[in-house]
């Protein structure tokens, strides 16, 4: 009963923001101040905006919401009431960053969504995985929003106003600017998982597959892209900022493109692709000019529909086959099921990965291309950073075709390879292959889900041309070559049926056991220590005062000796001390 | 002459005082007890107070010991001396009485030290008994209730509870 | 006749009966010494009252006192029998039903 009251009210809060997409497109920019209270010289409060950002982000996270809570009908059966209501909680959260013009109003959207990603990602929270990663990501994220509060403290303080279309960076000295931005770099770096605080969207896996399609797509790690969109007067004001963002994001999209290609499990490889992904909207952002930010939000929204989409059918592979790894899937896939079985599936996640991948015709194809041409016009200025995030993200868009071609290829086509490529995900367990999966009862999934994977697939396509198609044909062959660079290796790995996986790779570059012996083991070893010295130390002072007591009262008890002598003995001994004591003092 | 008598009464109260605390028979100490009594009611003899020295004779002597003497008797004291009649705190006993005896006589000394007794005679029957009539008639009652009071409790006290 | 005389006296007949009281096992016997502690009371009582020749209220007092010591040893004994009835001694060092047990 509260799970359906909860299902209804999810699925109208998202119809209910697509509405206000949809009348608030062509209205003219305003703002609303309320509830404001004067500290000192300074106002704090609430304030909402409204322009064309806010617009195209509450159309993407109302899609996506409307798409994720439909698809979530038929996906969720466990405890659902919470997960509807966490969900719909979390789309609210970040309709308040998007919508709101104070720093503090959207700081509190920031963190609500902060908190909801932690409860969702936790939401099998009997599984093992399942509590470490979303503790992960929840301590991960918390230690960077610690750099966004002094950020927008700084920034803030700075411009003597928190309305942040009051913040004009002319009017902030050049040294707060750079501090401001940079601190707000890190709370961004955190929430949209950029290096190096990235481990812990990928270990976020274990949620539940439409939460991620939502955090993937719409909300958390978008926000950090939007936030730089919103601010990206300020930013661009300050080259230290623009610089580091620019090396953060070409570092992180190829660490994640790398360390997509070696992931052997779906979602994983998704989990990696949005990081890369992200990287390169961060990268478009960090070149500073209209342009860039254009393309970025541009690729923003393509990518939100593509990613979405596959990871709802990521969702949908977990739901009717039970696993995303690799090496489940290619039990069916051998035997020439998948395929069958699970037929809108795979044709709605093949046009997901084409535009991932950025085939000539996708969205993504046109979003990659308007980021390439913005970088472009800023490296023919002569800028080192515009060759910089030109060379790493034409890198990149090879390293995605290729990574988006392998997944495709080993999860739904049998391998020409001898024995059908047995051992490529099977770590040289030949024997893991040996039973007969029951492959009877697998069948696409009901229509509640896989609407939504139908819709999505048409806007993973439709939204290359929502632009008006403005296609540089030098950057369009470049691009569509890059493509064919990535493909080329895939494909001929997988007609060898191998799957070579550097131990690097695998490993992500060992980033995860180097913050364990860099932060983890230090900071248990200081709880320890603060333990001990609370046991050992404050304790002892405690316990001291206890057996001080014990020991005196066993010490008085011996005097009640029940000798009425005795007691006399003393009483008059008291007396004469008195009578002695009255006379010193007396005399 | 006066002041000799009352020199060799207080003497004689003194060492039969000292031998009654002392004394490893009971009932020496108790006979000794009589003597320090007489002793004292000579005291009063030599402050000219005749009617109190009679009443300590008549009173202590003739039936407060007899008394004690009784009480002896009923709790089987032995006859023979008794080394441990005294407890082990008696050297530490002596030390806080002789630090008061100090302190005390110390004080007398110091407040009376040059007074002087006249010797007047009015410690006859006479005076005593109109004192006790015409001023503290309320508390003689009162005493004599408080001397019912206690006959009663000692008899109730040492009543033998039935078997029952 | 000096003052300090009877006053002294009362004052060494209290402490040996002080003596008495505390360091003799027997209670009879410190019955007795109490005897003497109020003996003492009362050479002071006659020995101010000779010296302020007064109307004889330091002797009346006196005699008080003495009745009072007669009803405290009339209780006193009494109380001694119950104790040699309940425990068979009259040891105030033995009788110890108050002691902490330990």
């Known amino acids: 009963m509260i799970a359906t009251v909860w299902r209804v009210a999810g699925v109208g809060f998202s119809l209910l923001i697509l509405l206000f997409a949809a009348l608030l497109y062509g209205a003219t920019p305003d703002q609303y101040a309320f509830m404001n209270s004067q500290v000192g010289d300074l106002t704090i409060g609430f304030a909402v905006r409204t322009d064309d950002l806010t617009v195209l982000l509450l159309a993407v996270v109302g899609v996506i919401a409307t798409c994720v809570q439909v698809y979530s009908l038929g996906y969720l059966h466990q405890r659902a009431a919470s997960y509807h209501a966490l969900v719909t909680l979390f789309t609210a959260a970040m309709v308040t960053v998007v919508i709101s013009d104070s720093l503090f109003f959207l700081l509190i959207g920031w963190e609500v969504m902060g908190a909801c990603s932690y409860l969702l990602i936790g939401h099998y929270w009997e599984r093992r995985d399942a509590r470490s990663g979303a503790v992960k990501a929840f301590l991960m994220t918390r230690f960077a929003d610690v750099g966004f509060l002094f950020g927008i403290f700084v920034l803030g303080l700075g411009a003597h106003t928190f309305r942040i279309s009051e913040i004009d960076p002319a009017r902030i000295s050049p040294g707060v600017l750079t501090t401001g931005t940079l601190l707000l770099l890190v709370g961004v770096v955190g929430k949209s998982a950029q290096v190096p605080l990235q481990t812990w969207l990928p270990d976020a896996m274990p949620g539940p597959s439409p939460v991620s399609a939502l955090i993937h797509a719409a909300t958390m790690v978008a926000a950090g892209v939007f936030l730089i969109a919103r601010l990206y007067t300020v930013f661009s004001a300050s080259g230290t900022t623009l610089t580091v963002l620019a090396i953060v994001a070409c570092v992180t999209m190829l660490f994640a493109a790398l360390c997509a290609s070696a992931a052997v499990e779906v979602k994983r490889v998704l989990a990696w692709s949005t990081v890369s992904q992200l990287a390169i909207m961060f990268s478009a952002l960090s070149l500073g000019t209209a342009d860039g930010r254009h393309a970025a939000l541009f690729h923003l929204a393509t990518h939100a529909a593509f990613k979405g989409l596959l990871f709802l059918c990521a969702g949908v592979l977990l739901h009717q086959v039970g696993s995303a790894a690799l090496v489940v899937l290619r039990r069916y896939t051998r035997r020439g099921k998948l395929r069958k079985a699970l037929q809108v599936t795979f044709l709605t996640m093949t046009v997901g990965l084409a535009a991932l991948a950025g085939v000539p015709g996708f969205a993504g194809f046109f979003s990659k291309d308007t980021v390439i041409e913005a970088a472009w016009e800023k490296a023919r200025d002569g800028s080192g950073l515009g060759w910089l995030v030109l060379v790493s993200v034409c890198l990149t868009a090879a390293l995605t075709t290729f990574y988006c071609l392998r997944l495709w290829l080993w999860t739904f086509f049998r391998t020409p390879a001898l024995a059908g490529g047995i051992g490529a995900f099977e770590d040289g367990d030949a024997a893991a292959d040996l039973d007969e999966p029951d492959s009877s009862k697998l069948r696409d999934a009901p229509w509640v889900m896989l609407a939504p994977l139908v819709l999505l697939a048409v806007a993973a396509i439709a939204l290359g041309y929502a632009d008006g198609v403005h296609l540089n044909w030098m950057i369009g062959l470049i691009s569509t070559a890059l493509v064919l660079l990535g493909a080329l290796p895939a494909y001929s790995l997988w007609r060898r049926g191998a799957d070579p996986r550097p131990l690097l790779l695998e490993r992500e570059f060992g980033a995860d056991p180097a913050y364990h012996g860099l932060v983890v083991v230090p900071v248990r070893w200081l709880a320890k220590l603060t333990v001990a010295g609370d046991r050992d130390v404050i304790g002892a002072y405690v316990r001291a005062v206890g057996r001080t007591g014990t020991l005196a009262s066993q010490g008085f008890r011996r005097l009640q000796t029940g000798n009425v002598q005795t007691y006399l003995t003393a009483a008059v001994i008291g007396v004469v001390a008195l009578a002695v004591l009255a006379g010193v003092i007396g005399s | 002459m006066t002041t000799a008598l009352f020199s060799v009464a207080g003497a004689v109260a003194v060492v039969a005082a000292v031998v009654v605390v002392v004394s490893r028979r009971i009932v020496h100490a108790a006979l000794w007890l009589v003597l320090a009594l007489g002793a004292v009611a000579g005291c009063f003899g030599a402050l000219q107070a005749e009617f109190v020295a009679l009443v300590q004779i008549l009173v202590y002597v003739g039936a407060i010991v007899v008394l004690v003497l009784f009480a002896l008797m009923l709790t089987k004291a032995p006859m023979k001396p008794l080394p441990e009649l005294t407890t082990g705190r008696s050297p530490f006993a002596a030390g806080v009485a002789a630090v008061l005896a100090l302190i005390l006589g110390a004080g007398v000394v110091f407040a009376f030290g040059n007074e002087k007794i006249k010797p007047v005679t009015d410690g006859s029957a006479k005076t005593v008994g109109t004192q006790i009539f015409k001023n503290w008639v309320l508390p003689f009652e009162v005493l004599s209730v408080l001397l019912l009071a206690a006959l009663i409790g000692a008899i109730a006290l040492s009543q033998r509870k039935k078997e029952d | ?102």
Not at chain 3, 71 to 85: Q, Y
Request: hydrophobic share 60%; proline share 2%.
């Open chain 3, 1 to 102: 006749m000096p003052l300090v005389l009877p006053l002294l006296l009362a004052v060494v007949l209290f402490c040996i009966g002080v003596y008495g009281v505390l360091a003799r096992r027997n209670v009879i016997t410190m019955l007795m010494s109490f005897e003497l502690m109020l003996n003492a009371v009362n050479l002071n009582l006659v020995a101010f009252d000779a010296w302020r020749v007064d109307e004889a209220t330091g002797q009346t007092l006196a005699i008080f006192v003495i009745t009072l010591a007669a009803a405290e040893i009339g209780l006193g004994l009494a109380i001694v029998l119950l104790l040699f009835r309940g425990h068979g001694h009259v040891d105030a060092d033995a009788a110890r039903d108050l002691e902490e047990a330990s």
